[in-house]
């Protein structure tokens, strides 16, 4: 039980870094990502372009030091940011 706490306490540290802080069109990217949709289709879905939303994408990879998507939707899942 002290490892489980300890290990919540890390993550919440780990949420709120800086770095790990997700714009609101980031999220809104993310969250179409995590229902398992693609770029074109996320881009129609929200009446921005493709190359945007992959744009978006990319910044929170970025943020979350992810190498694709479906590792990004996992970290975010992980630390219930989705």
């Not at 994408?57 to 943020?63: P, T």
């Amino acid at each position: 039980m002290v490892i489980h706490y300890q290990l919540r306490f890390i993550a919440a540290k780990m949420r709120l870094a800086p770095k790990q802080t997700l714009s609101p069109r980031e999220v809104m990217c993310l969250m179409w990502a995590t229902k398992g949709k693609t770029a074109p289709e996320t881009a129609v879905l929200t009446g921005i372009n493709a190359r945007t939303v992959q744009h978006y994408l990319d910044k929170a990879r970025e943020k979350f030091d992810a190498q694709s998507v479906p590792q990004l939707v996992a970290i975010a899942k992980d630390r219930g940011l989705v």
